[in-house]
């Protein structure tokens, strides 16, 4: 087995490997494609990791934020239309997602008002723009509630085919938690 580093900067995807327990030789074999030197010009930032490269990361060290954080961080794309989701509790994911449902539930009538014409007129715009903003939050807080599930199913804590098939069972059914 491979030393620990002992570096001081560490960049994300090294925190990653080794938070996953593994040496450069190991994670190369758990990725097939990727050389145990590719992951050192990666680590050592000699090199940036390509998308196709970083799913194989993301799903040999058990870590799906990889990919957030590289769209979020690196791609110039992912720079300009993908947010950065920080990982965070159930709980509290879940309750964010009730206040902003709450906040937002008290203004979906101004909504109404605002939209039902198909035009957002310069007295309209300040309202709007807060109710953008509350949307916004919850998209936020959904995208944080997903890379939580994928972050639990890549831990084990979830099983991913026993969630496919409750997820599968409710499509097209009517039934809601009451």
Not at 129 to 151: G, H, P, Y
Request: hydrophobic share 35%; glycine share 4%; charged share 30%.
């Amino acid at each position: 087995m491979g030393k620990k580093s002992v570096k001081e900067n560490k960049n994300y995807y090294q925190e990653s490997r080794e938070n996953a327990g593994l040496t450069r030789a190991q994670a190369s074999e758990a990725m097939d494609f990727v050389s145990e030197s590719r992951i050192e010009k990666i680590e050592s930032e000699k090199s940036d990791p390509h998308p196709i490269e970083i799913l194989a990361m993301a799903d040999a060290y058990k870590n799906p934020s990889l990919c957030n954080f590289y769209c979020s961080k690196k791609c110039p794309i992912g720079q300009q239309y993908v947010p950065e989701i920080k990982i965070r509790d159930l709980s509290q994911i879940v309750l964010e997602m009730l206040s902003s449902l709450n906040s937002l539930n008290k203004e979906k009538d101004r909504l109404i008002e605002i939209t039902a014409d198909g035009i957002i007129s310069d007295d309209e715009l300040m309202d709007f723009a807060v109710i953008q903003d509350r949307l916004k939050q919850i998209s936020l807080t959904i995208d944080s509630l997903q890379l939580w599930v994928n972050n639990t199913i890549a831990s084990g804590t979830i099983d991913k085919d026993k969630l496919a098939k409750a997820q599968e069972r409710i499509k097209g059914s009517s039934c809601f938690i009451n």
